[in-house]
């Protein structure tokens, strides 16, 4: 090994606290590390191989060795996390920030504030709260932003000059401030301050301010704002009394950490609190470089957070370095397990702090729940963040949101397709994908009618009635408008989930239709992309010319998939609505043969024209005596 060339200069080091770096060939820092006796430590490197495939990898890289004296262990930790995060060696524990899980941003810089789902906080004069855990908690609460205080959801220029409100007012889901004499820019303020409040958590003074406001329109009789204010009131103090199960007055001001080691990586939670309530979650991965096998030492899988203490503490000492580094230190840090360098630990938070801060790992009671709490939480992130195909399905959905300029990682895609042959049985269909993965129970079919009969729309896959309006429905581009329209009428009505972006099956006519269909409903924020299927080019709205990806960029290997799911779906719905077509204009007509006795006729007969030659006496082994006539009645009337 090349570490063997150093044993004589290993020898010489002095037996003083300070920072080690081993370098390879190309004299390349590839590890960092810290010791209160350098030559113990860097001599332990000697006798250390086959001790794990890590050490192993590092024995046979390094070729150089450099030292540099501290005055203590605790100026030798400072020391090593500035080196670690400027030179960023391969060998060491890298944390990375976690960007899965949303925040809520209100919108305070426009005129007319509106509550949106935001990916990360950024100093640009918004008021943020979250992060949200899980992420469909963030769009749960931003729906009952609309619904409790009225805040707009659309993305219009508001003047006040709109001629009539949408249909978002209708369904008191907003306050309409696009139409002045409906809602003055003073009543959309006060909406506005409400809503702040109920995002950053001041309950108590919401329910005051409601209340009072609740009074004050009871007594001026304005008896239907008074009960949409009761409604509020009763909402927000359910809400507040479900935050309190997460907060207790014993906990203080502490930071709890949780973690998850495997063979890609570990994954570390860190539950934030703050005057004994949990305010924040901060999520933090170190994981594995391309050709380095950093963390195969570390159990691959376990659930309990003090089987193997010393690959956890190692890790939890680069998380503390490198978390409070350019953080704020709590008065408290609660651990899975102990340090082996616990007081210079202590010694340098402390000296960060500017007070006392104590590392202590809790054996029982409520704390000792709450790192449990967030141990199972670091087990979670870990299966959701290192599984290879959820790796993958993370990817593409970035690159999506990059190519596209979405505001924020397009989590659920909703796809149309439309099927018809010469505009005969006409239907559509939608599927839906989240997180990368297509989600069944969400499918939907559409039988396409008539402008008289638009209203009609089957549920769930399966639940299709039997076309009765126009057999002919030849145009696409309104066939598309009006499925648009149908689904999001639908999902105002129920309130969500709203898709991070939509796909249509088709050009620039189709995406225009489905487009005005959004328009008219008030949802024109939402995004829509068209894929047109023989040069796979990306439709937007905001671009002239359409989006040429690479035929091998994951994104487009991602939309391909979803349009290819959505006109399998359609093709098949159009099959089943031909042959049920087929079937129906011979046989159904007959009194008395429905769907089960139809499929015994041509079970016992073997097609529609051994039906027709069957006698009475045949039919009524199968149907019975008054069916049998019924058909025989039928067909000699000539159909």
């Known amino acids: 090994m090349p570490i063997r060339d150093l044993k004589s200069r290993i020898d010489r080091l002095p037996e003083q606290p300070g920072v080690y770096l081993y370098s390879n060939a ?6 960092v590390g810290k010791a209160r006796s350098l030559r113990d430590r860097v001599r332990s490197y000697l006798g250390a191989y086959g001790t794990n495939p890590k050490t192993d990898a590092l024995l046979n890289e390094a070729e150089g060795l450099d030292v540099i004296l501290t005055d203590s262990v605790v100026e030798a930790l400072a020391l090593e996390n500035n080196l670690i995060k400027q030179r960023m060696p391969k060998y060491n524990i890298l944390l990375r920030d976690d960007k899965n899980y949303p925040y809520l ?45 009225g805040i707009r959801s659309c993305n219009e220029d508001i003047n006040g000059r709109r001629g009539r409100p949408c249909l978002e007012y209708d369904i008191k889901r907003c ?25 950053e958590g001041r309950t108590d003074e919401l329910l005051e301010g409601l209340t009072r406001r609740m009074a004050e329109a009871a007594a001026d009789e304005r008896f239907e704002q008074a009960a949409q204010l009761r409604d509020s009131v009763r909402t927000v103090q359910t809400l507040r009394d479900r935050q309190q199960k997460m907060a207790s007055v014993e906990l203080g001001d502490r930071d709890v950490f949780g973690i998850k080691t495997g063979p890609a990586g570990a994954a570390i939670q860190v539950f934030q609190v703050r005057h004994g309530r949990v305010i924040d979650r901060a999520d933090l991965f170190a994981a594995a470089e391309m050709g380095s096998e950093r963390f195969s030492e570390l159990p691959a899988a376990n659930d309990e957070i003090e089987v193997d203490p010393s690959p956890l503490a190692e890790v939890l000492q680069a998380t503390l370095q490198q978390f409070y580094f350019d953080r704020e230190v709590p008065p408290e840090v609660h651990l899975p397990v102990e340090l082996p360098e616990a007081e210079a630990t202590e010694a340098w938070l402390t000296g960060r702090a500017g007070r006392r801060v104590r590392l202590v790992v809790p054996k029982r009671g409520e704390k000792r729940g709450l790192l449990e709490l967030a141990a199972r939480n670091a087990a979670q992130a870990y299966q959701s963040r290192f599984n290879r195909g959820d790796a993958a399905h993370y990817d593409a959905l970035d690159t999506l949101r990059v190519v596209l300029g979405l505001p924020a990682l397009p989590r659920r895609i909703e796809c149309f397709d439309i099927s018809t042959i010469q505009g005969s049985e006409t239907v559509a269909s939608l599927v839906v ?19 008289g009969n638009a209203s009609s729309v089957s549920g769930r896959p399966g639940r299709a009635t039997a076309a009765s309006a126009e057999p002919r429905y030849a145009d696409d581009f309104a066939a598309m408008n009006q499925v648009v329209m149908r689904r999001y009428q639908r999902v105002l009505e129920q309130g969500g989930p709203f898709p991070d972006l939509i796909v249509i099956d088709g050009g620039k006519g189709q995406l225009s239709a489905a487009y005005a269909a959004l328009e008219e409903l008030g949802l024109a924020n939402l995004v829509a992309v068209g894929l047109a299927k023989k040069e796979e080019l990306v439709l937007t ?34 099959r089943q609505a031909r042959r049920m077509r087929d079937l129906r204009s011979e046989l159904d007509g007959a009194p008395g043969v429905g769907p089960r006795r139809r499929r ?26 008054k069916v049998a006539d019924a058909v025989l009645a039928y067909f000699a009337a000539g159909r």
């Open 26 to 31: 190309a004299g390349e820092t590839i590890y």
């Open 105 to 149: 941003q209100l919108t305070t810089t426009e005129a007319f504030p509106r509550v949106l789902v935001a990916r990360r906080v950024e100093r640009d004069g918004n008021v943020y709260a979250g992060p949200f855990m899980p992420a469909s908690l963030a769009r749960r609460v931003m729906l009952l932003s609309h619904r409790l205080f």
């Open 175 to 199: 306050l309409a401030p696009c139409v002045e004499s409906i809602c003055s820019e003073d009543q959309y303020a006060r909406a506005v301050a409400d809503t702040g409040l109920f995002l």
């Open 541 to 574: 709205r905001d671009r002239e010319e359409p989006l040429a990806l690479s035929r091998s960029s994951i994104a487009l290997l991602l939309l391909q998939q979803i349009r290819d799911e959505a006109h399998r779906f359609a093709v098949t719905f159009h």
């Open 600 to 625: 015994s006729l041509l079970t016992a007969f073997g097609s529609l024209a051994g039906v027709r030659r069957a006698t009475r006496e045949e039919l009524t082994t199968v149907v019975g005596p």
């Open 433 to 451: 994908c989240e997180d990368g993965r297509m989600k069944r129970s969400d499918y939907r079919k559409f039988r396409i009618r008539s402008r």
